[in-house]
């Protein structure tokens, strides 16, 4: 049995019961299986003697001490026990906030086992954090090496200790090899089972390193081979090559008040090869905010329609599929050409989507621009051979797939405005090819950004009043919608109603955020890009696809909540037209290590390929969808930011198999397809990792 094949869940094992379950499913954890990939993000070292005296901050203490008194500070119901201990080396302070009662469980000249972080406060040496029993028990808590697994809800470490030990135990041992015995040699792994041990059960520091790597190799060695396999199934759906018509892109292209960039004709010149080519097309298509992507997407579906084949162009929320629908007519309409191109989107109403759905059938509609909205059942095409996906990390994999299972061998474009770092690009998209647009259109100007901190914000309003004034437009962006929640942040609505009564009365000033209606989100945007208001307040429903060239100043406030991601998308939104534009980050006084290297580096370049480099170095890749980015790629155990080199040797090993044998399918390579078909099903939410017929969150 592999460990992708066992799924049983998790109520199965000793001490889980409804509650439990519920918190480990918060955690991704439901089988047996999920719990055994579940790794520890760190361990407690219990077997070797740390006495008081060598306590340091990043080095716990682990003695046996005896308890020679007990203090207290404070008076009345709020005054704490403060237990002292001594060792053969010195003395040390339990200070027992909120917990007085452990005077009973350690009274004066009991002896006792100690693990904790002391510190050296008031001086003495205290510890707040600790953990204790008596020197004589028996226990499973000292003497050892313990994992610490991440946790949510009302789980405690001994809860998932017990857990994994349990499924160790009973399945984990009994696991399969999963890795030919070569590689298992080659890259100096262990077999399966052992690894499972050593990462959840170790008996030294050293086995969970080994057992860890081996996990790691596992998950990266299977994911490509699954991108391995989905290339050579593209290649092995052939169609006849074809010679595409050019007149219609010719017209749009010499109607563009703007000659295309280099890069712009070079990314056309790429899509087209591979449109005309008898293998379907499955490419990437990168580039910076304010690239120009769209309109290379335009003259790559044009000469599609004009063959007589139907193109889909989705676009992950209503505002940017409006966008790309009304920026889409007017081009067409100034070019004088002739296609049919609609709107489908979740509002349209029932008397006017029956018809459009009918059109779009019968083949009526050339070009059909939406959202999730063209994934349902009902929507089919008469004749669809060309799908493109702008903010393709936005959509699910199963939206993906139901798209694709609407045309037969269709070519795929997935675009994105956030630069994918090119090691990951090779690594996770390495069965697509990539394009590239790195220039901007001839006039745009580099956005100046400036850090503010929080109390010198005044500024920064006095100089966005100084650029309404002189006819320009702003946004303000927060982190969230109101003032619910316990940290202490500025929301949206509140700074809508003080920036509109307060700071510009005189201006007009609008909000959007994703619990307003998209109708209302669209009027209020139109009036936004009409020039009949002057500042609109949002939160980061803004980041994409919203296009105002006369807006020429965004201030981010709380900046060190966003990623570095939504920072640069959001930098995006303004320099779009010729005026000098300028970006605010408002920052908090107090900053984390990483928020402050994030904003370091939005202040040093308005490049957003070195910013993507720069994202994967600080924290890996995420999910590049918010003020939380999760990841492009979610995996269980690696972190791409650490385990590159293990990435690149597991596509070596990987393509070196499927080289000889693309699709698995001789008898001694039973045992890979049939883990990688388990690994499929256990990691249907893992957008990339394994599967492209599955949900993802």
Not at 142 to 170: C, E, H, M, W
Not at 410 to 437: C, E, N, Q, Y
Not at 594 to 623: N, Q, Y
Request: aromatic share 6%; proline share 6%; net charge neutral.
């Amino acid at each position: 049995m592999h460990v992708a094949e066992i799924t049983q869940p998790v109520t199965d094992l000793p001490g889980v019961g409804p509650t439990r379950s519920e918190d480990l499913a918060r955690i991704g954890i439901t089988t047996i299986g999920d719990l055994l990939l579940h790794v520890p993000r760190e361990y407690e070292d219990r077997v070797t003697p740390v006495p008081l005296a060598g306590a340091e901050p990043n080095r716990p203490v682990n003695t046996v001490a005896q308890v020679v008194a007990h203090s207290y500070i404070g008076s009345g119901p709020k005054r704490t026990l403060r237990v002292h201990v001594r060792d053969e080396t010195g003395t040390g302070v339990l200070v027992c906030f909120g917990r007085n009662f452990l005077a009973r469980s350690l009274p004066e000249g009991r002896t006792v086992r100690i693990y904790g972080v002391f510190t050296h406060r008031y001086g003495e040496l205290q510890a707040t954090a600790f953990e204790f029993e008596d020197a004589a028990a028996s226990s499973v808590r000292f003497g050892a090496i313990l994992p610490v697994y991440p946790l949510a809800g009302r789980l405690s470490q001994n809860d998932l200790r017990k857990a994994t030990a349990a499924a160790v135990n009973r399945y984990g041992r009994n696991v399969t090899q999963e890795l030919p015995d070569v590689l298992v040699e080659r890259r100096g792994l262990l077999p399966t089972a052992q690894a499972l041990e050593a990462v959840h059960l170790p008996s030294s520091l050293d086995q969970p390193r080994r057992g860890l790597k081996t996990l790691v190799y596992l998950e990266l060695f299977f994911l490509q081979l699954a991108i391995g396999i989905r290339s050579a199934e593209r290649h092995r759906s052939s169609r006849p090559a074809r010679s595409l018509p050019r007149g219609l892109a010719d017209r749009l292209a010499g109607s563009l008040p703007f000659a295309l960039t280099t890069d712009q004709q070079i990314v056309v010149g790429e899509i087209v090869t591979d449109l005309e080519a008898e293998v379907p097309m499955a490419r990437l298509l990168q580039g910076d905010v304010g690239s120009g992507k769209t309109i290379v997407a335009l003259l790559s579906a044009l000469m599609v329609i004009e063959a007589g084949q139907q193109v889909a162009l989705m676009a992950p929320t209503e505002l940017l599929a409006r966008q790309h629908g009304d920026a889409t007519a007017r081009l067409f309409a100034a070019a004088g050409l002739d296609v049919s191109v609609a709107l489908l989107s979740g509002t349209v109403p029932g008397s006017t989507r029956k018809p459009l759905i009918q059109a779009i059938a019968s083949g009526a509609v050339d070009l059909v621009i939406g959202t999730h909205a063209v994934f349902t059942p009902d929507v089919a095409f008469r004749n669809l051979q060309y799908v493109i996906i702008d903010e393709q990390h936005r959509f699910g994999v199963l939206q993906r797939a139901a798209l694709l299972r609407k045309a037969r061998q269709p070519d795929v474009l997935l675009m994105t405005a956030t630069p994918i770092p090119r090691t990951l690009a090779l690594t996770v998209f390495g069965d697509m090819k990539v394009s590239s647009i790195r220039e901007t259109p001839p006039g745009r100007k580099p956005v100046e950004t400036h850090l503010a901190r929080h109390g010198n914000e005044a500024k920064v309003y006095e100089f966005v009043r100084r650029e309404l004034v002189a006819g320009r437009q702003a946004y303000f962006v927060y982190p969230r919608i109101d003032d619910t929640g316990a940290l202490a942040l500025r929301d949206a609505e509140s700074m809508w109603q003080t920036l509109r009564d307060k700071v510009y009365p005189q201006f007009a000033v609008g909000l959007v955020h994703s619990r307003v209606t998209d109708e209302e989100k669209r009027r209020t945007m139109e009036q936004f890009r009409r020039g009949e208001l002057d500042v609109i307040v949002a939160t980061s429903v803004v980041e994409v696809g919203v296009d105002v060239p006369n807006a020429t100043c965004m201030v981010v406030e709380h900046a060190e909540r966003f990623g570095l991601s939504a920072l640069h998308q959001l930098r995006g939104r303004v320099g779009r037209g010729t005026h000098q534009s300028y970006c605010f980050l408002v920052y908090a006084q107090e900053l984390t290590d990483a928020a402050r290297e994030r904003l370091k580096v939005m202040h040093g370049t308005t490049d957003g390929f070195e910013i993507a480099e720069e994202d994967l170095r600080i924290r890996g890749p995420g999910d590049i969808a918010g003020t939380q980015q999760a990841g492009y790629l979610r995996l269980r155990i690696a972190v791409l930011a650490r385990d590159m080199g293990t990435m690149n040797d597991a596509r070596t090993d990987a393509f070196d198999i499927l080289e000889a044998d693309p699709f698995l399918a001789e008898p001694a390579h039973a045992p890979l397809a049939r883990s990688l078909d388990a690994a499929r099903a256990m990691n249907r939410h893992t957008p990339f990792s394994y599967s492209e017929t599955e949900e993802s969150p």
